[in-house]
């Protein structure tokens, strides 16, 4: 019986350590980020859609003018409160990086091929609005009003020198990786601190070969520090794989982590990383996209929320410029 009770004892301190080790109940939390997912973009039902659903012509009633992954949205995205701005870039033919998402060209422009089979030039007489409709097709509310509107890697740069930025390399190659590295190596000290970037596992670890000092992300970046830390973030032991990178954690699977949410959020930042909560199970870039949508997300979460609708619950967090 003896030995019994120390045992009970020992486990109920173990369970006193753990809960008060990972508790957020002490910790002061601040006011999330926002992160704008393309910007200010036009939104689509997130149901039954694949990899290489085109999804410009399935959009929603479209609220406002603005198109994905160019100046404009990230003007009126920053303008509605969004604290860092996703967008997706890809190489060009001759060697530049252009601000686009799609894999292939004529789902939302009047453009055939890829964008590697084109110069910056020549994709900047493409009109990026040509695709989208709301209505199966019978009209085409953007078409003629995107000419021009692809920007390059520099062009967003140069307009936003101040601003935090989620770059997104659009491709598996090593290469690319090497690519986005020279231009930010480019970039004045300052700059580079409000960039992070992610991608598949090559692109990544070439990037950060070159750039150690930026944060990033990958799905071998992840599992390295994740993995880990599920089994000993408990004693409040943060893995090396964590730091100086970004995590993108699911709604779906975030209560599992040790100290969630502020606590965990507090960790991460100490090591010069990023937590960043998306909807769902994180299959198709889901955001917390409307104030019912909010509910969800813990008391005073402290992290970065994703949002592809930060026109509707910025005004939520904060005052618009």
């Known amino acids: 019986m003896k ?7 020992f486990v109920l301190l173990l369970v006193i350590f753990i809960f008060l080790n990972n508790t957020s109940l002490f910790v002061k939390a601040g006011n999330p980020t926002l992160l704008a997912h393309r910007g200010m973009a036009q939104t689509f039902p997130m ?40 967008f997706d870039i890809k190489k060009t033919k001759d060697n530049q990086l252009a601000v686009f998402h799609d894999f292939e060209l004529s789902c939302r422009t009047d453009g055939k091929g890829e964008i590697s089979d084109y110069t910056m030039e020549e994709l900047k007489q493409l009109d990026v609005g040509y695709g989208y409709t709301a209505d199966g097709g019978k009209t085409f509310p953007f078409r003629g009003k995107g000419v021009g509107l692809m920007p390059s890697l520099t062009e967003v740069l140069t307009k936003f020198p101040e601003r935090s930025f989620l770059i997104h390399i659009k491709s598996s190659k090593q290469v690319d990786g090497e690519l986005l590295a ?13 960039m992070t970037v992610y991608g598949d596992d090559e692109p990544i670890a070439a990037f950060k070969k070159l750039m150690p000092e930026i944060p990033v992300m ?22 090396i794989a964590c730091e100086n990178t970004q995590i993108h954690l699911p709604e779906t699977y975030a209560r599992w982590m040790w100290g969630w949410p502020n ?13 960043v909560i998306v909807a769902g199970d994180g299959s198709w870039s889901e955001g917390f996209d409307t104030l019912s949508d909010l509910e969800r997300l813990p008391d005073n979460f402290d992290g970065e929320i994703w949002t592809n609708r930060i026109e509707k619950i910025a005004p939520t967090f904060k005052k618009t410029e």
């Open 3 to 9: 030995k019994l009770k120390i045992v009970g004892v």
């Open 47 to 86: 149901e039954g859609i694949e990899w290489d659903t085109c999804t410009a012509e399935i959009i929603n009633e479209p609220e406002h003018s603005y198109l994905e992954n160019t100046i404009p949205s990230m003007e009126a995205a920053f303008a509605a409160g969004a604290d860092v701005i996703e």
């Open 182 to 194: 020279q231009y930010l190596s480019e970039l004045a000290p300052e700059q580079q601190k409000l």
């Open 218 to 239: 990958s799905m071998a970046t992840l599992k390295s520090c994740m993995l880990p830390y599920i089994a000993v973030g408990w004693t409040g032991y943060i893995p």
């Open 263 to 275: 606590k965990f959020v507090k960790r991460m930042e100490s090591v010069g990383t990023n937590v």
